[in-house]
């Protein structure tokens, strides 16, 4: 068994190993109506894929010039696919350049005095050129001799797929038809075999074709065609499809967004105490203590306190706050809620009388800016400045505070949905998400918002905030009960799956009384051999000429060093031999290749260099 398996295997590679021979064997003489054989050989059928076929679609013979452009580009066609060629036209330029949807035609020999043409059908069905701006096309290089010596002879093959692949590419956009069964290159010749497949529809405006264009259109369009399906209908009615009970269930995801803006007050406040409060803009100081000059009388040494009460209602709007200025005739220390900040004129640490004499004869001042906004939390706060004063004195301590008064956002995602798609019962039916449908009769539209900006809040204190979503509604279709078809018991299997080993094979069956009866017994999987760790490849490189074009002009020109390589990865021989085309060295022998970091780094910087060779003035 195992060898037929392997016999059978190795007969498919040989015939569906890579995408020449799959097209080769199948596709080309499928659309042609040639013969395709079993994997085996042993039997041939002619299919009829086609309504109609022919064998020459396109011709295009090409003739370079001296100066490397192709001087002359003649197309020859078989609009009808009858078999004969009725058509044949010349293109009015030389090409220059060629693009993947189109040519440039410049001075011949130079890339100067550029234009730009990008391949159409007209309403007869003919290939035109079509002039317009370079933005327009992609993929384009130079051939003539400003770019290198005899590209175009030395490249036909590629030169002639990549001018061909454009006009092929115009005629199939245009009509849905036709398709392509292969395409051969002899000499300065390229043939297409063409044929004309898609139910063989007489009008080229398929209705199929329309959902590439409108792909919203196809849930409402199935919907339709399920209404009108007897086999539809059947399976909808059948004891199946009326067995479950289902119930719709509407929830959404809300992104909900309160703005505010608050004053200095409503941040922080003095409630009781002090006596001064300055605002100046979003800051504020508040004093406390006596600024007059020997107003306190303290006798030999009295103690006079004075106490503040700050009311903090959004600590998470203070900036900064510190004690930024203290002086006192003569001694003086400061509190708040109960924990010593500050001293002087020289440190005094105890609830008792200064540690020195109370008579200074003079007044100390202080500017400390000790940070304060750790202790200023949600709630209020006591600050006690006490003034040790022999005979008379003064005393003021300063608290400044810096606040944030702007306009700020605070939101939160309210999902309303978190407990119904939790159910495994249900399954998401439709979603809109800020007036998109993503999802209809349980099915992906393929659309997807775009990030969106609003401006919310007041006229006072507007906030612009851009963010993926703002509302998502959702439906849940959920299967209640299933009163008519049982569930199937599934307990066999469970039980040989948890029970059974590599080398054990465990069972559990039921006989007709209920009884359960357990049963264990040998199993082995038979022996797979090994397997290669990969399939052998090698890395090599080709000189190349970069003859790449872009709205600047050549590539080329506009690097210190054009000189470039073609990058080519190669199946190695059964001997592990690197099959190297000619001008090819290898750059990597025959081995288990990964150069997937190197080409995630390509592609990165592909997507970037493409993201702004897009940026143009040209309206879109």
Not at 308 to 321: F, G, K, S
Request: charged share 20%; glycine share 10%.
């Amino acid at each position: 068994m195992e060898d037929r398996a392997r016999a059978a295997a190795t007969a498919s590679r040989a015939k569906t190993s890579d995408s020449d021979t799959l097209r080769q064997n199948y596709v080309t003489p499928g659309l042609a109506g040639q013969p395709i054989s079993t994997i085996d050989s042993s039997k041939s059928f002619n299919p009829n894929l086609s309504c109609q076929k022919t064998a020459t679609l396109m011709e295009v013979i090409v003739q370079p010039s001296g100066t490397g452009d192709l001087g002359a580009v003649k197309i020859a066609r078989d609009t009808d696919l009858d078999g004969t060629v009725d058509t044949q036209t010349s293109l009015p330029v030389p090409v220059s350049g060629i693009c993947a949807n189109g040519v440039i035609a410049c001075m011949p020999g130079t890339w100067n005095q550029c234009r730009y043409f990008r391949w159409a059908v007209d309403a007869s069905g003919a290939l035109t050129l079509k002039e317009g701006e370079m933005t327009e096309l992609a993929g384009c290089y130079c051939i003539n001799n400003s770019c290198g010596s005899n590209l175009a002879w030395n490249n036909l093959p590629s030169v002639l797929g990549d001018l061909g692949g454009g006009m092929v590419g115009a005629l199939t956009t245009a009509d849905p038809r036709i398709g392509v069964a292969a395409a051969q290159v002899d000499g300065p010749v390229i043939r297409y075999v063409g044929a004309q497949t898609t139910a063989c529809a007489a009008d080229k405006t398929l209705p199929q074709s329309a959902y590439l264009a409108n792909p919203v259109t196809l849930a409402g369009d199935a919907a339709v065609a399920s209404s009108g399906s007897s086999v539809f209908q059947a399976l909808t009615n059948s004891p199946a499809g009326l067995g479950k009970v289902r119930q719709l269930r509407a929830c959404t995801i809300e992104r909900q967004v309160m703005v505010t803006k608050r004053s200095v007050p409503e941040i922080i406040d003095r409630i009781s105490g002090g006596y001064n409060t300055v605002i100046r803009g979003s800051s504020v100081d508040f004093y406390l203590g006596e600024p007059r000059d020997n107003v306190n009388h303290g006798g030999n040494c009295g103690l006079i306190d004075f106490k503040m009460t700050l009311q903090v209602d959004a600590p998470e709007r203070i900036v900064a706050a510190g004690l930024v200025y203290l002086a006192a005739d003569d001694w003086a220390q400061l509190r708040v809620d109960g924990q010593l900040i500050a001293s002087g004129e020289w440190p005094w640490l105890s609830n008792g009388y200064p540690p020195g004499d109370c008579e200074q004869g003079r007044t100390f001042e202080q500017r400390p800016n000790i940070d304060l906004k750790p202790m200023l939390t949600k709630g209020n706060h006591e600050i006690w400045l006490r003034l040790g004063v022999g005979d008379v004195g003064e005393g003021i301590a300063q608290i400044h505070v810096d606040t944030d008064t702007r306009c700020q956002s605070t939101e939160r995602v309210v999902d309303q949905c978190g407990a119904i798609a939790g159910d495994a019962r249900c399954h998401l039916d439709t979603e809109t998400v800020d007036g998109v449908d993503t999802f209809r009769n349980g099915v992906k539209t393929g659309l997807t918002p775009l990030v969106q900006t609003r401006v919310l809040g007041s006229a006072e204190c507007p906030v612009q905030l851009t963010r993926p979503f703002f509302e998502r509604n959702r439906t849940y279709a959920c299967t209640l009960d299933s009163n008519a078809m049982a569930e199937p018991d599934l307990s066999r299997g469970t039980y040989i799956l948890d029970h059974s080993t590599e080398t054990i094979l465990a069972d559990q069956t039921r006989a007709a009384d209920g009884t359960v009866a357990v049963s264990t017994r040998p199993f082995t999987l038979p022996d797979r051999g090994t397997v290669p760790a990969c399939e052998p490849i090698c890395k090599t490189r080709a000189p190349s000429a970069n003859t790449g074009a872009a709205p600047a002009g050549v590539v080329a020109s506009q690097q210190n060093a054009p000189a470039s390589h073609d990058t080519f990865y190669h199946v190695c021989s059964a001997d592990n031999v690197c099959p190297l085309e000619p001008g090819e060295e290898i750059v990597s022998a025959c081995g288990c290749l990964d150069d997937f970091p190197e080409a995630v780094a390509m592609m990165q910087a592909v997507r970037l260099a493409g993201a702004d060779m897009t940026c143009t003035t040209a309206v879109r």
